[in-house]
């Protein structure tokens, strides 16, 4: 007989689930947003250099084009889920400084950079910021570091200069346009000082095009958010190669594979619709913290974008909110590089060739952040005729010279717009609310920041790319009867 005591159950701590994690550590630690002043104006420098880099050695502008078009942004601290931010102090606080010559733009041809600095006494040594362009790489934010992370090594990429628009990029010029037409461009191109041009066309040809002093057919202009159309078209290319599974799958982000985790249940299409409820803790110069929501630290912060996005908090339920974010986009950039690499393929290279290689859409770049990750939320660039052959791959359902591209169906996901109230769809905007009053309910177009547009009417049969300049208002009436004229006849 054995008299030894019973051993005593292992004490387990009811506070905490100490259950190992099946596939990570567990959640991935947040990224703090500092809101103090010094991090906002190094944003501010940061977000003034990429401009200029942008402007200069992407799209081609001159220095004196660039200075002439070139508008100084103070930045608002991020606000919660009904707040804009609020950036009138800083930007007066900017204008005196540019006034008073602390500020300064210097730009190296050779090496194609553009940096910024702001010299004020009350913060010791002058905020310095940098950025580069490379080809295939867009303008690539540095901050105070001289050089990127990775190596933007040249880029092979395709297109057929030969073969007839939008399969290629020989474009027959169109036949002058009506009188009404004509008209309706004059008003649009006098009331819109930083438009590039515009172009309307079917899916078998140029119908009209246009361009303004500083833009020409061959120019590769901003896209800003209209990057996220591409985005979501690039999440629908791996669906249809079966790379991935469906939207409304979990969203199968390389730190986000603890199902433990809320981020567990943040699907493909929260994120695509701006309904993962992912925000981010904001803390201010005197250690106030709180909630934030949409900002643009992807473009002003020299970090990891895709390591940043999948660190932000939950902060409302998946899927009950709309709120209009770029971390969740640059989510699924995360995916999509994770599901290339995975297969052993070279992120850059493939990226491109999934789909803007695909239509011909030779002079489209992303811009990158400085680790190499390609920005999925905005920042890329292409010419007008480059940015309406996406629009034309949705007027075909997703075919393109013969074959299937995109999922069957993917085109009415993407274009409709969310059940809960909003003309927000996939990434797309739809006139669901009537914002261009002379076009059909069922108008949808990408959008951009500063009103650049692919105008997809698919009952018509017509697409319309349109191009403006960073913080330069456009005459969206002006815009909205050269569209409705078009259709007309």
């Known amino acids: 007989m054995n008299d030894a005591a019973p051993a005593r159950p292992p004490v387990v701590d009811s506070t905490f689930d100490a259950t190992r994690p099946l596939f990570a550590d567990g959640p991935p630690d947040p990224v703090v947003y500092d809101a103090s002043p010094r991090a ?4 501010t420098v940061n977000f003034a250099a990429k401009r200029f880099a942008d402007m200069m050695y992407v799209t081609g502008l001159d220095r004196g084009t660039a200075e002439r078009h070139f508008r100084w942004r103070a930045l608002g601290i991020p606000g919660g889920l009904t707040a804009r931010p609020d950036a009138s102090d800083g ?43 490379r ?43 009506s009188a009404r037409l004509a008209a309706a461009l004059d008003t649009l191109f006098a009331n819109s000082a930083g438009i590039y041009g515009i172009l309307i066309g079917s899916p078998d040809r140029v119908l009209a095009e246009r361009y303004s002093a500083f833009g020409a057919p ?5 896209s800003w958010s209209m990057t996220k159309a591409v985005t979501c078209t690039l999440i629908g290319r791996l669906i249809h190669e079966g790379w991935l599974g469906s939207v409304y799958d979990p969203a199968p982000a390389p730190l986000w594979r603890d199902p433990r985790s809320v981020h567990h249940l943040i699907t493909v299409d929260h994120l695509l619709r701006m309904r993962s409820g992912l925000g981010f803790p904001v803390l201010d110069g ?43 986009i640059n989510v699924l950039g995360a ?30 770049q ?82 951009g920041a500063s009103d650049q547009r692919i105008f997809i009417l698919r ?24 569209i409705a004229t078009a259709l007309a006849g």
């Open 40 to 43: 906002m104006r190094q944003r």
């Open 91 to 133: 930007q007066a606080d900017l204008v005196a400084a540019h006034r008073a010559g602390r500020l300064t733009i210097e730009t190296n041809d050779t090496d194609r950079r553009a940096t910024v600095q702001w010299s004020d006494p009350a913060f010791g040594a002058p905020l310095a910021g940098s950025a580069i362009a």
């Open 135 to 177: 080809p295939g790489y867009g303008g690539i934010l540095l901050g105070s570091r001289a050089t990127p992370s990775f190596d933007p090594a040249a880029i092979s990429r395709r297109s057929d200069p030969a073969r007839a628009w939008p399969r290629g990029d020989a474009v027959e010029p169109p036949q002058p346009p």
């Open 218 to 222: 061959d120019r590769a202009t901003p």
């Open 286 to 328: 005197n250690g106030n913290a709180t909630i934030g929501f949409e900002n643009s630290a992807v473009y002003q912060d020299a970090a990891d974008a895709f390591d940043a996005a999948q660190r932000s908090i939950v902060a409302t339920v998946p899927g009950s909110v709309y709120r209009y974010i770029n971390a969740g």
């Open 335 to 364: 995916i999509i590089r994770d599901r290339i690499e995975a297969r052993g393929l070279p992120y850059h290279a493939t990226l491109y060739g999934l789909l803007a290689d695909r239509l011909g859409m030779g002079t489209y």
């Open 366 to 447: 992303h811009s990158a952040d400085c680790t190499g990750n390609f920005i999925g939320s905005g920042s890329g660039f292409a010419t007008l005729r480059d940015y309406a052959k996406l629009g034309v791959l949705y007027l075909q359902d997703g075919m393109w010279d013969g074959e299937r591209l995109l999922p069957r169906g993917w085109t009415d996901y993407a274009l409709a717009p969310t059940h809960a109230g909003n003309s927000y769809a996939a990434c797309f905007r739809s006139n669901a609310d009537r914002s261009f009053p002379d076009l059909p309910p069922d108008t949808a177009w990408a959008s």
């Open 459 to 482: 009952r018509h049969r017509l697409v319309v790319s349109v191009a403006n300049e960073a913080d330069h208002p456009m005459d969206l009436a002006a815009l909205n009867r050269v």
